[in-house]
């Protein structure tokens, strides 16, 4: 079983934690919602997308009637900024144990026109519903123990700017994973860490969006610096992950193009994969 997290002073709850605040929405009208996306979960000056992808799951947690996401699929359009933004959403159909929606954030550009930010398309059902039954080749990732990691406070930021994300995160890297940080990339295009938030709040499924785009770039340990902007993202939850550290696992195999894919496993402590994604990433090539 994994190590236990250091607990902070005081452990905030589901509900009552800097991440329930900041993605919060007001119900203007029925499938209508009112946001201030928060500077503090930013990457230079964009709004990280895992963020996003919270919010505009918590929209449709609402606005359908199953309360967990089971997969959400998500096309970044054009990079959001921290500030007001509004949330449609939209019921394409609705079953006894899955229902699907869709739903779009917009923002206004300095000529005060609505710009689409991101678009997404979900189906949601009631995780605590589905059967115990598990048949699985996948196992958990192989990391050092938690004090044997490094977090951000331990080297210089990865990307030039302010990257206030990570003041809101409990991020420890695998140190065979940190070798871009020490000029010696690896090129095998791997990050690993420990995760969770940075007040204490235990995981659930909307924080697992968060989780599954919230590691350095795997880009890092194939040599490219810079930002690594998501055109599409899709995460899987798989089960409501018990209280805990998370592990996290991101690979890629393929960089072609000037694009590359992510493919990222999340692991509870009590050793179960309760998240997958697939991601497309631009890469900035020198």
């Known amino acids: ?41 930013t990457i230079i000056s964009a709004v990280n997308g895992g963020y ?20 959400i699929s998500a096309h970044y359009l054009t990079a959001s900024q921290p500030g007001p933004a509004v949330v449609r959403t939209e019921t394409v159909r609705t079953g ?8 779009s954030l ?14 997404v398309l979900a189906s949601y059902g009631d995780l605590g519903t589905l059967p115990d039954d598990v048949r699985t080749s996948a196992k958990p990732p192989e990391m050092p123990p938690m004090d044997q990691c490094f977090g951000p406070q331990d080297g210089p930021a990865p990307v030039e700017g302010s990257s206030a994300i990570a003041d809101r995160l409990m ?8 070798g871009w940080a020490l ?36 880009a890092f340990e194939l040599g490219i610096k810079g930002w690594v902007p998501t055109v599409e993202l899709t995460a899987h939850v ?5 209280p805990g550290p998370l592990r996290v696992s991101i690979t890629t195999r393929n960089l072609a193009g000037g694009f590359l894919e992510e493919d990222a496993e999340v692991w509870d402590s009590a050793d179960r994969l309760v998240a ?11």
């Open 106 to 119: 917009f923002q206004y550009d300095d000529e005060g026109n609505e710009v689409e930010r991101i678009r």
């Open 96 to 103: 006894r144990t899955l229902s699907t929606g869709q739903a």
């Open 238 to 242: 798989r089960c409501r992950p018990a």
């Open 1 to 41: 079983m994994p190590e236990a997290a250091p607990a902070p002073a005081t452990r905030a709850a589901i509900g009552d934690s800097e991440f329930d605040r900041d993605t919060a929405l007001t119900r203007r009208t029925p499938g209508v919602y009112d946001i201030d996306l928060s500077a503090g979960w």
């Open 183 to 218: 000029g010696q990339p690896s090129g095998k295009g791997e990050m690993r860490a420990w995760f969770g938030l940075a007040d204490g709040r235990d995981a659930d499924p909307l924080s697992l969006l968060l989780a599954v785009d919230a590691l350095p770039p795997t």
């Open 276 to 286: 997958q994604s697939r991601q497309l990433a631009r890469v900035r090539l020198a």
């Open 171 to 178: 991020l420890k890297l695998d140190p065979a994973t940190l």
């Open 52 to 71: 996003l992808l919270a919010v505009l799951g918590r929209a449709l947690g609402d606005a359908l009637p199953h309360p967990d996401p089971f997969t």
